[in-house]
């Protein structure tokens, strides 16, 4: 009996020893441009062929209620990196965007034209632990000069730019074609190098995969958003072909659009297999999401309403996918709702650092939920966005969603809109005033919400000409 205590003892110190020494996880983090939430077959998807994507929310937990911070891409990007909502970070709409109308009826409010260099960023905090960085893909933060990746913690950063898409997904990936509502062309190219037929989506996953293979002996974070699906709607044309011989009637949105998905979805699998081959599989986090709703004239969300750029589900819900071997309970699928900002804390947690509650101020770590230990506090979350922007269905907005009640408050034109999501998913019936103390409480909270963040209101434009005004666009139902 003695021996065998002492045996048990021996294995014991033996386990806390490995534990103590045990490799910390390495971290990947998929961020896809303009990917809807009903784009994955796991997601609902009948058209779009997402295999791979799909096996990852089988081997992990998938999110139903996960939102982007924003409907637009440069403030969701910000509130990933920092875990602070845009309205605090005073980075509310997309870079380098300026005033659509100086004629319009508010002014907008101020925003800053970079991430700013003061914020700790998920990659600095990685980095001070150990981990090697890298940013590859889309970046659309900022510019030269001192706000690149490489001024925001990464050690790497490979076609990661102040640009927010391609000139084209082909190389030499030059364009010259019109960035919508701006009366800018883009001209852009990162790579020096590559071969005729070459796709972009291809080139940054070979990127990655190098860096995996060149980091295979040291815990590596890697940031891998892809400049994928968004526009222009470029495809490699034996995939453009295969989705086009769906009846018309039965896609979900252009061949093109899927075509590009199916090739992102590729790159998943492909950094997946490099991860088995070299036995980092499960010792690998490996996180999925978006930045917003899928473009308008792209792809359908139905049955959420609205897409790209607008307040409505359809612009604001997203994909959220995260395998954490050990942790995530595989299949698991959570309906509770989560945010963009979370992923920080969450991914701190993975790589067993302490919390920086001082700076992910708007985050919380997902592992409880992630675990099926419990739920997460009761929260609400918060969206604010002082701009004109020319999406369908997209005004300037402040929301909040508790439970499931979502109010939007619009300014332009002024209203308020409530939405029960549990029963009515697709925000058809506007409840407002059926619901005055609902309306009352919820408001009270959105107000309290914004002086505490700091948020930029917007304010009577005093060059206000009615007569300048674009014609209203009818709301979408996309």
């Known amino acids: 009996m003695?021996?065998?205590?002492?045996?048990?003892?021996?294995?014991?110190?033996?386990?806390?020893?490995?534990?103590?020494?045990?490799?910390?996880?390495?971290?990947?983090?998929?961020?896809?441009?303009?990917?809807?939430?009903?784009?994955?077959g796991c997601q609902g998807s009948s058209y779009y062929q997402t295999p791979h994507m799909d096996r990852l929310a089988r081997e992990g937990v998938r999110f139903t209620d996960a939102y982007a911070a924003c409907a637009v891409c440069s403030p969701t990007r910000a509130a990933v990196l920092t875990g602070k909502y845009p309205a605090r970070l005073l980075l509310t709409d997309w870079l380098?965007?300026?005033?659509?109308?100086?004629?319009?009826?508010?002014?907008?409010?101020?925003?800053?034209?970079?991430?700013?260099?003061?914020?700790?960023?998920?990659?600095?905090?990685?980095?001070?632990?150990?981990?090697?960085?890298?940013?590859?893909?889309?970046?659309?933060?900022?510019?030269?000069?001192?706000?690149?990746?490489?001024?925001?913690?990464?050690?790497?950063?490979?076609?990661?730019?102040?640009?927010?898409?391609?000139?084209?997904?082909?190389?030499?990936?030059?364009?010259?074609?019109?960035?919508?509502?701006?009366?800018?062309?883009?001209?852009?190219?990162?790579?020096?190098?590559?071969?005729?037929?070459?796709?972009?989506?291809?080139?940054?996953?070979?990127?990655?995969?190098?860096?995996?293979?060149?980091?295979?002996?040291r815990p590596f974070f890697l940031y891998f958003p892809h400049y994928g699906v968004h526009t222009p709607l470029q495809a490699k044309p034996e995939l453009i072909a295969k989705y086009e011989k769906t009846p018309e009637a039965e896609r979900q949105g252009k061949p093109e659009y899927a075509a590009m998905i199916e090739?992102?979805?590729?790159?998943?699998?492909?950094?997946?297999a490099t991860l088995k081959e070299l036995g980092l599989e499960q010792n690998t986090v490996v996180m999925f999401t978006s930045d917003n709703g899928g473009f308008y004239n792209a792809t359908s969300h139905a049955p959420l309403r609205a897409n790209k750029g607008a307040y409505y589900e359809g612009g604001i819900r997203v994909p959220l996918l995260i395998k954490w071997p050990g942790v995530a309970k595989a299949g698991r699928v959570v309906s509770e709702p989560v945010t963009s900002t979370d992923l920080y804390p969450t991914c701190l947690a993975a790589a067993g650092l302490p919390l920086r509650p001082n700076q992910h101020l708007d985050g919380v770590n997902l592992q409880p939920i992630l675990s099926g230990a419990g739920p997460l506090a009761a929260r609400s979350l918060f969206w604010h966005y002082p701009h004109y922007n020319d999406h369908p269905s997209s005004v300037p907005s402040s929301v909040i969603r508790q439970g499931p009640w979502k109010l939007i408050e619009t300014f332009d034109p002024a209203g308020i809109e409530l939405y029960n999501l549990a029963n009515d998913l697709g925000e058809t019936k506007n409840l407002a005033a059926a619901e005055p103390g609902r309306v009352k409480e919820l408001r009270a909270k959105l107000d309290a919400w914004r002086k505490e963040v700091g948020a930029e209101m917007m304010k009577p434009n005093p060059d206000y000409d009615p007569d300048a005004q674009p014609k209203p666009r009818k709301k979408t139902r996309r």
């Open 263 to 272: 090739s992102v979805d590729d790159s998943v699998g492909r950094v997946m």
């Open 96 to 217: 380098p965007s300026g005033r659509w109308n100086p004629k319009a009826k508010l002014r907008e409010g101020r925003f800053v034209r970079a991430l700013p260099v003061e914020e700790f960023t998920l990659a600095e905090a990685l980095r001070e632990a150990g981990y090697r960085t890298a940013n590859i893909g889309k970046w659309h933060l900022g510019g030269e000069p001192f706000s690149l990746p490489e001024h925001h913690g990464f050690d790497v950063n490979i076609a990661g730019n102040a640009h927010g898409a391609p000139g084209s997904y082909f190389f030499p990936y030059q364009g010259d074609w019109l960035i919508p509502t701006t009366g800018l062309r883009a001209r852009w190219n990162v790579f020096a190098d590559g071969k005729p037929g070459e796709y972009l989506t291809d080139r940054l996953t070979d990127e990655a995969v190098t860096f995996i293979r060149a980091n295979r002996d």
């Open 2 to 40: 003695k021996t065998l205590r002492l045996l048990i003892f021996f294995l014991g110190v033996c386990l806390v020893r490995h534990a103590a020494t045990a490799a910390p996880p390495n971290i990947i983090l998929f961020l896809i441009d303009d990917l809807g939430w009903r784009d994955l």
